[in-house]
Protein backbone atom coordinates (compact mmCIF):
# COMPACT_ATOMS: atom_id res chain seq x y z
CA UNK A 1 0.00 0.00 0.00
CA UNK A 2 2.74 2.23 1.39
CA UNK A 3 4.12 1.39 -2.68
CA UNK A 4 1.58 2.58 -4.43
CA UNK A 5 0.78 5.77 -2.40
CA UNK A 6 4.29 6.93 -3.31
CA UNK A 7 3.63 5.73 -6.93
CA UNK A 8 0.43 8.15 -7.08
CA UNK A 9 2.32 11.05 -5.01
CA UNK A 10 5.05 10.74 -7.82
CA UNK A 11 2.91 10.99 -10.81
CA UNK A 12 0.83 13.73 -9.21
CA UNK A 13 4.14 15.85 -8.76
CA UNK A 14 5.30 14.68 -12.17
CA UNK A 15 2.35 15.99 -13.83
CA UNK A 16 2.47 19.22 -11.91
CA UNK A 17 5.85 20.04 -13.02
CA UNK A 18 5.20 18.73 -16.16
CA UNK A 19 2.37 21.57 -16.49
CA UNK A 20 4.45 24.12 -15.21
CA UNK A 21 7.42 24.11 -17.14
CA UNK A 22 4.92 23.51 -20.09
CA UNK A 23 5.44 26.41 -23.34
CA UNK A 24 3.36 26.66 -26.39
CA UNK A 25 4.71 27.96 -30.20
CA UNK A 26 3.35 30.88 -31.26
CA UNK A 27 4.01 33.07 -34.84
CA UNK A 28 4.26 36.77 -35.06
CA UNK A 29 4.78 39.43 -37.68
CA UNK A 30 6.71 42.65 -37.70
CA UNK A 31 6.76 44.97 -40.22
CA UNK A 32 9.26 48.37 -39.81
CA UNK A 33 9.70 51.16 -42.47
CA UNK A 34 13.16 53.06 -42.61
CA UNK A 35 14.22 56.14 -43.74
CA UNK A 36 17.55 57.88 -43.85
CA UNK A 37 18.08 61.32 -44.73
CA UNK A 38 20.65 62.68 -46.62
CA UNK A 39 22.04 66.21 -45.92
CA UNK A 40 25.23 65.92 -47.38
CA UNK A 41 23.63 65.37 -50.76
CA UNK A 42 24.40 62.11 -51.80
CA UNK A 43 25.21 58.85 -50.40
CA UNK A 44 28.61 57.12 -49.92
CA UNK A 45 29.92 53.99 -51.42
CA UNK A 46 29.95 51.58 -48.97
CA UNK A 47 27.66 50.56 -45.91
CA UNK A 48 25.06 52.85 -45.13
CA UNK A 49 22.67 52.64 -42.14
CA UNK A 50 19.01 52.24 -42.09
CA UNK A 51 17.50 52.36 -38.24
CA UNK A 52 13.96 51.71 -37.44
CA UNK A 53 13.03 52.20 -33.29
CA UNK A 54 10.40 49.51 -32.75
CA UNK A 55 8.17 50.24 -29.06
CA UNK A 56 7.36 47.20 -28.06
CA UNK A 57 3.98 45.90 -27.96
CA UNK A 58 3.55 42.43 -26.65
CA UNK A 59 -0.11 42.53 -26.28
CA UNK A 60 -0.73 42.71 -30.54
CA UNK A 61 2.48 41.17 -31.06
CA UNK A 62 0.24 37.68 -31.16
CA UNK A 63 -3.57 38.04 -32.30
CA UNK A 64 -5.83 36.83 -29.79
CA UNK A 65 -3.15 36.21 -27.29
CA UNK A 66 -1.97 38.72 -24.51
CA UNK A 67 1.49 38.47 -23.14
CA UNK A 68 3.79 39.35 -20.86
CA UNK A 69 7.56 39.78 -20.69
CA UNK A 70 7.49 37.51 -18.70
CA UNK A 71 5.81 34.54 -20.58
CA UNK A 72 8.72 35.14 -23.36
CA UNK A 73 11.43 31.58 -23.14
CA UNK A 74 12.78 32.95 -27.23
CA UNK A 75 11.85 34.47 -29.84
CA UNK A 76 13.60 33.40 -32.87
CA UNK A 77 13.07 34.87 -36.36
CA UNK A 78 12.46 32.54 -39.20
CA UNK A 79 12.36 34.64 -42.16
CA UNK A 80 13.48 38.12 -42.75
CA UNK A 81 13.01 40.16 -46.42
CA UNK A 82 13.71 43.61 -46.94
CA UNK A 83 11.99 45.78 -50.09
CA UNK A 84 13.53 48.56 -51.01
CA UNK A 85 10.56 49.59 -53.81
CA UNK A 86 10.16 53.13 -52.23
CA UNK A 87 13.09 54.92 -54.15
CA UNK A 88 13.39 56.12 -57.39
CA UNK A 89 15.51 54.36 -59.88
CA UNK A 90 16.83 52.55 -57.08
CA UNK A 91 16.91 48.45 -56.91
CA UNK A 92 18.95 45.47 -55.32
CA UNK A 93 21.37 45.73 -58.01
CA UNK A 94 22.39 48.58 -56.47
CA UNK A 95 23.42 47.16 -53.28
CA UNK A 96 26.38 44.72 -52.81
CA UNK A 97 25.51 43.12 -48.81
CA UNK A 98 22.93 43.62 -46.48
CA UNK A 99 23.03 42.81 -42.71
CA UNK A 100 20.33 43.36 -39.96
CA UNK A 101 21.10 44.20 -36.32
CA UNK A 102 19.04 44.42 -33.16
CA UNK A 103 20.30 46.92 -30.37
CA UNK A 104 18.75 47.81 -27.40
CA UNK A 105 19.53 50.90 -24.59
CA UNK A 106 20.17 48.35 -21.88
CA UNK A 107 23.88 47.95 -22.18
CA UNK A 108 23.77 44.61 -20.51
CA UNK A 109 22.19 44.09 -23.66
CA UNK A 110 24.70 42.87 -26.47
CA UNK A 111 23.82 44.08 -30.04
CA UNK A 112 22.39 40.87 -32.19
CA UNK A 113 23.38 40.22 -35.62
CA UNK A 114 20.21 38.06 -37.10
CA UNK A 115 20.11 38.21 -41.08
CA UNK A 116 22.89 38.78 -43.84
CA UNK A 117 22.83 38.46 -47.30
CA UNK A 118 26.20 38.60 -49.10
CA UNK A 119 26.56 39.26 -51.66
CA UNK A 120 23.08 40.17 -53.03
CA UNK A 121 22.71 38.80 -56.57
CA UNK A 122 19.10 39.37 -57.58
CA UNK A 123 17.08 42.02 -59.24
CA UNK A 124 14.14 43.51 -58.39
CA UNK A 125 12.77 45.71 -55.07
CA UNK A 126 12.88 42.66 -52.31
CA UNK A 127 14.93 40.06 -51.24
CA UNK A 128 15.23 37.53 -48.63
CA UNK A 129 17.90 37.18 -45.99
CA UNK A 130 19.94 34.46 -44.25
CA UNK A 131 18.51 34.06 -41.09
CA UNK A 132 20.97 33.08 -37.58
CA UNK A 133 18.74 29.71 -36.05
CA UNK A 134 21.04 30.85 -33.26
CA UNK A 135 20.20 34.28 -32.63
CA UNK A 136 17.37 34.46 -29.67
CA UNK A 137 15.63 38.17 -29.47
CA UNK A 138 14.01 37.25 -26.70
CA UNK A 139 16.02 39.88 -24.08
CA UNK A 140 14.88 42.87 -26.79
CA UNK A 141 11.05 41.51 -26.94
CA UNK A 142 11.91 41.97 -22.73
CA UNK A 143 12.68 46.02 -23.14
CA UNK A 144 10.44 48.79 -23.98
CA UNK A 145 12.01 49.76 -27.11
CA UNK A 146 14.54 48.70 -29.25
CA UNK A 147 16.53 49.57 -32.49
CA UNK A 148 16.41 48.04 -35.49
CA UNK A 149 19.71 48.49 -37.37
CA UNK A 150 19.83 47.73 -41.36
CA UNK A 151 23.16 48.10 -43.15
CA UNK A 152 22.72 48.26 -47.04
CA UNK A 153 26.25 48.40 -48.63
CA UNK A 154 26.06 50.65 -51.67
CA UNK A 155 28.17 49.70 -54.71
CA UNK A 156 28.94 53.34 -55.97
CA UNK A 157 27.37 56.79 -54.61
CA UNK A 158 24.34 58.18 -55.23
CA UNK A 159 22.47 61.51 -55.20
CA UNK A 160 19.54 60.80 -53.08
CA UNK A 161 17.81 63.38 -50.71
CA UNK A 162 16.85 59.62 -48.54
CA UNK A 163 16.46 56.38 -49.20
CA UNK A 164 13.44 54.10 -47.16
CA UNK A 165 13.84 50.57 -47.16
CA UNK A 166 11.07 48.11 -45.49
CA UNK A 167 11.57 45.33 -43.62
CA UNK A 168 9.37 42.36 -43.12
CA UNK A 169 10.15 39.99 -40.20
CA UNK A 170 8.56 35.99 -39.21
CA UNK A 171 9.35 35.49 -35.74
CA UNK A 172 8.69 31.99 -33.89
CA UNK A 173 8.06 32.96 -30.28
CA UNK A 174 8.45 29.80 -27.24
CA UNK A 175 5.98 31.36 -25.01
CA UNK A 176 5.92 29.83 -21.12
CA UNK A 177 2.15 28.32 -20.43
Same mark, same amino acid.
Given at each position: MRILSGLILLVVA? *?? %????? *?TSQETATL $? /?? =? +?VDN @? &??MFFEGPNTFQAQ?? #? @???? %?? $?? +??? =??? @?IKSIKVSSATINVSKNDSLDLTSFNSAALQLM *??? !???? &?TSFA? %???IEQEGD !?????? *? =? $???LAAFFKEDVMTF #? /? @? /?? %? +? !????FESMMCDIKLELNLEIKN
Open positions: G *SF %LASCG *S $E /LS =T +K @D &MGYN #V @DLVS %LI $EG +KEI =TAA @D *SNN !EDIE &MV %LNP !EVALNV *S =T $EAD #V /L @D /LD %L +K !EENY
